[in-house]
């Protein structure tokens, strides 16, 4: 029996060579774009690939098929384009990871918004079968998964996006029996898809309205600590929508950019995850590790602890030989990175050792902390990662910790009850001195737990804005 092909075969058929060949170079463009994003060094490169790459794709997309009105979609490219250079220009780096996650929510969206757009005209798609009534059958499983998958990327990014911005508590808000539901909706979305073959309009728009519902029941229950791998992992939600599109358009440029984009966050997730000893399998599947309480202001104390100024400070420093530097959060919020590069440069120059420690999840999302010294100009070959440079700060005479928290603090090895427990940390208290800048001793680190380093007898605590702090320092080491 002869079988009706199906639309991707169709327009594939259909493409001109160039086009053809045009979509595999935009492909490579995207892949070389993956490499150059990989390592801060060649980060710059890696996006002028991934924007020429989706020049030719777009480009080669409106050539080769039929619109109803090019001015429209000018105008549409026009305003989204000036929007992201308005952007870009404006937004400042501790604002970069709600960002990141509000641009996920729109990809998730867009995906929702072609999918319902093909389910309620077919026919302008190339999507029926040969009897002309109903959707080619193969087509509605990749139309359901696209939209169910996008529906969730938007609603899950946008409960992301509230947390990041702090119009959410970055604790983990657990219902009742979250489990149960969150497994009861994911089999009622994969059933409905499954028998979706029927074109039943109201098993269509149960799809969209219960992935909406899971996406905002996963993120709800995830706490700060793991808010680097709910970004990851909702950019590879994002790509996976795309490549489902793909396949319902037949165009081979989404299909090849959304399972790049799907594989590499998904990758990076499990990395995220790995750093920071988390089940990835318990993260992506809505806080199934976190416990209620886990989370939250942690409670006050009146231990003693130690007072230094930038003067004390700058005598310590003048004073060491090796100088370990670890940024976190509350540097990007101070914008303290260019001064941070400066007083290393003036200790560089009085012959002392100066390196910079990161954790992979310091900060709001991967590799943060790296793009912001990146940004202040500080020289790559001086910034390590965690697992590289743990084992110097036994030697080193002074830990300079700078708004970070979380990823310093020794109760993720010692106590089994904190919700930071098994992550790997960057061991500070193991130098010398520890010289931590914080804003005030009442705050705590983004997972609502206290550090014990701060009441050390090696740590001194300098409090204050990290920006002015640093400025004072670097101003006591010219004296």
């Known amino acids: 029996m002869e079988q009706t092909a199906t639309p991707a075969v169709e327009h594939l058929s259909a493409a001109p060579t160039w086009a053809m060949l045009a979509y595999l170079v935009a492909g490579v463009f995207f892949i070389l774009a993956l490499r150059g994003l990989s390592s801060p060094e060649t980060s710059r490169a890696g996006n002028r690939f991934g924007m020429a790459g989706m020049l030719i794709a777009v480009v080669t997309t409106l050539v080769t098929h ?33 960002l990141v996650a509000g641009f996920h929510s729109l990809v998730g969206m867009a995906a929702v918004l072609v999918g319902i757009a093909a389910f309620l005209n077919p026919d302008a798609f190339g999507i029926v079968a040969a009897d002309g009534f109903e959707i080619l059958k193969a087509t509605r499983i990749e139309l359901g998964l696209g939209v169910a998958i996008g529906a969730i990327t938007f609603s899950g990014s946008v409960i992301a996006f509230l947390k990041l911005n702090g119009n959410m508590s970055g604790a983990p808000i657990l219902l009742p029996a979250r489990h149960i539901i969150n497994l009861g909706t994911i089999a009622a979305i994969l059933i409905l898809v499954a028998i979706f073959s029927r074109a039943d309009p109201m098993l269509f728009w149960a799809i969209i309205g219960l992935s909406f519902a899971i996406g905002f029941l996963l993120i709800i229950p995830i706490g700060g600590a793991d808010m680097p791998v709910v970004v990851s992992m909702l950019n590879s939600y994002s790509g996976w929508a795309a490549a489902a599109m793909g396949f319902t358009l037949g165009n081979t440029a989404m299909v090849i950019t959304g399972a790049l984009v799907g594989s590499s966050g998904a990758i990076l997730s499990y990395i995220m995850c790995k750093a920071m000893n988390r089940s990835f399998i318990s993260v992506i599947a809505g806080g199934f590790g976190a416990e209620s309480g886990a989370s939250g202001p942690a409670a006050a104390t009146d231990r003693p602890w130690k007072r230094g100024s930038a003067d004390d400070a ?79 700060f036994a030697q080193a005479d002074v830990a300079f910790v700078i708004g970070a928290n979380d990823v310093t603090n020794p109760s993720a090895q010692t106590d ?64």
């Open 314 to 392: 700058a005598f310590i420093l003048k004073n060491a030989e090796k100088i370990i530097i670890v940024p976190g959060y509350g540097m990007a919020v101070s914008q303290a990175q260019h001064t941070l590069r400066e007083m290393g440069d003036v200790l560089k120059k009085e012959g002392v050792e100066v390196k910079y420690a990161i954790h992979p999840v310091a900060g709001r999302m991967p590799g943060h902390m790296n793009v912001l010294l990146a940004e202040a100009n500080v020289p790559y070959d001086e910034v390590f990662e965690l697992e590289d440079i743990n084992s110097e």
């Open 66 to 98: 039929s619109l109803a009105n090019i001015a429209e979609i000018a105008i549409a490219i026009a305003i989204g384009g000036a929007f992201g250079l308005v952007v870009a220009r404006k937004i400042a780096m501790t604002a970069m990871p709600q």
């Open 416 to 479: 089994k009850s904190s919700p930071i427990y098994g992550m790997p940390v960057l061991e500070v208290w193991k130098a010398k001195t520890v010289l931590f800048v914080k804003r005030s001793m009442g705050g705590v680190g983004y997972a609502g737990v206290d550090n014990d380093v701060f009441y050390m007898d090696n740590t001194m605590m300098l409090l204050g804005d990290a920006k002015k702090m640093t400025d004072e320092i670097v101003k006591g080491l010219a004296d």
